[in-house]
């Protein structure tokens, strides 16, 4: 075995280390027996390959809407870390996109912001959306320091309300739903004024990836300078491993708590601008579509790496193209595509408890 090693590496070979092949065939794995599933189902395996593969990178607009999701998820993910960081769990990604949607658009429709000049007419309302999220982040961690609310109940309750006010937002003719001209008009809001939309990178319609990848990404490398680099970093990993001691050490622990829940629930908020004034344009209900619970398992599953955050997300922003695609092309059953991904979650999470496991044998 040990001539195998030392010819491979003479000969500049590198065998891949167990962190990305485990992951890999973990992946692959799940793939095969979610094909087979779909095969006893009587779907077509060969079609809902290829709509999978057409769906999520099949041509630059496919490519630009994976990305642009992939954007959603990661800044939830983003924001689930930094109060992981605290040993706080905020699983209200899906009711702070929801907040942000409903803020961004209401700012866009009535703020008086479409014929603002410097992008302030998209700037506002993304504002707008972001600091919604924060507030709604930051009323789990009150409700935490105050009443010892677990932010885990907190977080998970206050999405079943801002989904509710989105719910209302739309049927409600006094605050976003668009004027009724006849019987059949959706319950939905009026579409945001061109100005207030996100820019689009390339500038083409046919490529739909728009400004907020790049702001995604900027967010992802100060995030992760925060949480590796600086006293606010280090001050919530205190926090997380012992908030008594940290309190008598002077730091300010509840303050710090409500802080970085506001700081992550921003995060949301800003995914929800961002899916509004970037891809639908109007909010409807629903409009969330499950990004904030998908975010949630990003953010689990990057183990608190900022970097892990932006591989797993743009993963999965591919993975739920591609599996919109299979349903819409190839006729696979919702259901089917569902399990098939909770399948890939599943087969990642097992693949990094072995990896970790491994690492303490070693």
């Not at 485990?22 to 779907?43: D, N």
């Not at 939309?197 to 900027?218: K, M, Q």
Request: charged residues 5%; hydrophobic residues 55%; glycine residues 14%.
């Amino acid at each position: 075995m040990s001539g195998v090693t030392s010819s491979a590496a003479a000969s500049g070979l590198r065998i891949p280390a167990p962190g990305i092949v485990i992951p890999l065939a973990a992946i692959a794995a799940s793939f095969i027996v979610g094909f087979a599933l779909m095969a006893l189902t009587g779907s077509n395996i060969g079609a809902a390959i290829a709509a999978f593969a057409q769906g999520a990178f099949g041509s630059a607009y496919a490519i630009g809407t994976s990305l642009n999701r992939a954007v959603a998820l990661g800044l939830v993910g983003l924001g689930f870390i930094l109060a992981e960081r605290a040993n706080l769990i905020n699983v209200g990604g899906e009711g702070q996109i929801a907040m942000g949607g409903i803020f961004s658009t209401a700012v866009a429709l009535y703020g008086g912001v479409k014929g603002l000049p410097y992008g302030l007419a998209v700037l506002l309302p993304v504002l707008a959306g972001t600091l919604a999220g924060a507030a709604w982040g930051a009323l789990a961690g009150v409700m935490k320091i105050r009443f010892g609310t677990n932010e885990v109940i907190s977080t998970l309750l206050l999405n079943f309300i801002a989904i509710l006010l989105v719910y209302w937002s739309v049927q409600s003719v006094h605050l976003l739903r668009q004027p009724a001209s006849f019987a059949g008009t959706l319950p939905q809001s009026l579409q945001v004024p061109p100005s207030t939309t996100l820019p689009l990178l390339t500038g083409n319609p046919a490529d739909p990836l728009h400004i907020g990848a790049a702001f995604a990404v900027v967010l992802a490398i100060v995030t992760a300078f925060v949480l590796r680099r600086s006293a606010f970093g280090l001050r919530l990993k205190a926090i997380g491993l012992s908030p008594t001691a940290s309190h008598r050490a002077g730091i300010r622990t509840n303050a710090l708590m409500v802080s970085v829940l506001a700081l992550s629930g921003a995060f949301g908020g800003l995914a929800g601008a961002m899916m509004l004034l970037g891809d639908q344009g109007y909010l409807t209900a629903g409009f969330s579509s499950g990004y904030g619970f998908d975010g949630l398992v990003v953010g689990l599953l990057a183990r608190g790496s900022a970097a892990g955050v932006a591989a797993v997300a743009i993963f999965f922003g591919f993975l739920r193209s591609g599996g919109i695609s299979m349903q819409i092309s190839a006729h696979v059953p919702a259901a089917l595509v569902t399990i098939v991904q909770g399948m890939i979650v599943v087969a990642i999470a097992g693949s990094a408890i072995l990896i970790e496991r491994m690492g303490r044998r070693a």
